[in-house]
């Protein structure tokens, strides 16, 4: 799953979804790209050595720098994690165990890895599923109504030679005919009775929340495993039983220990971690009280940075060359507020620009996944035809541009619950609109959100 593409390519990529924060993009391309050119070193020394270089991004809230991480995963398919730096600083001077970030990812990487396998043997599961269908339907005659009759070979001999010719003729005739109404989805709503696996695993409760939290994991499995399988029977319409069959053999059908390696190897080489909100654990003063957990926090965190292996219910996790992206406003704190080592380990910087109005307006039309493009969709299912006039467009911008300016800037979320607020009318009457053509104009988008707009006092309480 290696990426091979350039970083022209990879900034290409996320032009398509994110608006402007040109220098993100082209750090995270080219700390993508180092990645793969490490990999086509010949010395395995020298792989070794080259550790990944990880970013420090800096800007504030809804800028787009989740986003051009999450992407970035997406992008070339890699196991990618979010996590808040602030989930690490509960009771005591440190939270949850820092080394579930690794655990996370090893459980993403597996997840991809399994789903990959899945789809690859699907189309044989497919046809496994058929036959366990067809054994309920038309089940395979008993050979013998004697339980000792192949111990004690003269017992029933005679009336077992006289059913051996017709009942195995007589049983694929059926087996077949039904087979042809399978195919046929004849029989999609007949009601049958199967045996399924049960998949609960034990629960061990006791290690919730705690810093065992991975040992709680690794004793269910190991208990699950230890139990046999126990099934339970279910009435289900066969395409349901499809369903179910189809998943199991599929199941079957992939090696778990090849996936757990292969996730491993994934997660060591290729894995994102998104550390977020990272300014919420910088030290700006002295360091007593809350200061002393927020340095512990960063202290717990250096190593995971830095290089360390870790234990997982899959195995041993390195994190060397895991890409860490840490991310923060650093509007109360600094970036040399953090300690120097966790500092050096982010070598990249770069600082993302806060949106202005043309921003805005490139966010609600331009990218795929464009939110004027996801309302329209959303309220199509209703048979809503909805059309945004460009100069309507053009008032949301200058909308959201001129609330981020009176009140707290949360940037491009702004767009939402602006949208939300103009379009709530629309949302609730869809069902039983008669003229299904809405069209937003400026005329209503200034009816809509002038009154909370205008009033300063009640904008900060809804919007």
């Known amino acids: 799953m290696m990426n091979e593409q350039t970083p022209r390519e990879i900034v290409e990529a996320l032009d398509k979804y994110i608006v402007g924060q040109k220098e993100a993009k082209r750090a995270v391309a080219i700390a993508l790209r180092n990645r793969w050119r490490s990999r086509q070193l010949d010395s395995a020394s020298m792989q070794d050595d080259i550790i990944p270089k990880n970013i420090l991004m800096i800007g504030s809230t809804g800028v787009g720098k989740t986003e051009i991480a999450r992407r970035l995963a997406k992008l070339v398919k890699a196991p990618f994690i ?23 990812l090893a459980e993403t990487a597996i997840h991809m890895v399994r789903t990959e396998r899945l789809q690859a043997v699907q189309e044989k599961a497919k046809e496994m599923a058929v036959e366990r269908i067809l054994d309920v339907m038309v089940p395979e005659p008993k050979k013998s109504s004697n339980p ?17 010719p017709d009942e195995p003729k007589q049983y694929q005739v059926g087996r077949d005919w039904c087979r042809k109404k399978l195919d046929a989805g004849e029989y999609e709503d007949k009601i049958i009775e199967i045996d399924v696996e049960d998949n609960s695993k034990p629960m061990v409760g006791m290690f919730a929340g705690s810093s065992l939290e991975g040992m709680g994991d690794n004793i269910q499995d190991i208990i699950g495993n230890m139990m046999p399988k126990k099934h339970k029977k279910r009435k289900v319409s066969v395409k349901e039983a499809r369903k179910l069959f189809q998943q199991e053999e599929a199941a079957k059908l992939i090696d778990m220990e090849e996936v757990s390696e292969t996730a491993v190897k994934l997660a060591e080489n290729s894995g994102i971690v998104f550390l977020d909100e990272i300014d919420k654990v910088a030290v700006s003063n002295g360091g007593n009280g809350h200061d002393v957990s927020r340095e512990g926090v960063q202290r717990d965190i250096l190593p995971i940075v830095e290089g360390s292996t870790v234990m997982t219910k899959y195995g041993p996790v390195k994190t060397d060359h895991v890409l860490f992206i840490a991310a923060g406003a650093f509007h109360m704190a600094k970036p040399s507020d953090l300690i120097p080592e966790l500092q050096g380990r982010f070598p990249i910087r770069v600082e993302l620009s806060s949106l202005e109005k043309d921003d805005f307006k490139r966010i609600l039309t331009e990218p795929q996944n464009a939110l004027l493009k996801q309302y329209q969709a959303l309220l199509g299912t209703e048979g809503v035809e909805l059309t945004f006039q460009e100069d309507a467009i053009d008032r949301l911008a200058q909308l959201a541009c001129d609330v981020n300016n009176q009140n707290e800037n949360i940037g491009a979320r702004r767009l939402h619950t602006l949208l939300e607020k103009l379009l709530e009318d629309v949302s609730f009457n869809a069902p039983d609109l008669e003229d299904k053509n809405v069209v937003i104009d400026t005329e209503y988008v200034n009816k809509a959100l002038q009154d909370i707009v205008v009033n300063q006092d009640l904008t900060q309480f809804i919007l």
């Not at 979010?82 to 996370?104: M, N, P, Q």
């Open 148 to 164: 000792f009759g192949q111990l004690f070979g003269g017992m029933n001999a005679d009336e077992e030679e006289e059913k051996s």
């Open 82 to 104: 979010k996590v808040e730096a602030t989930k690490f600083t509960e009771v005591g001077y440190v939270g949850r165990d820092v080394e579930s970030i690794v655990r996370d």
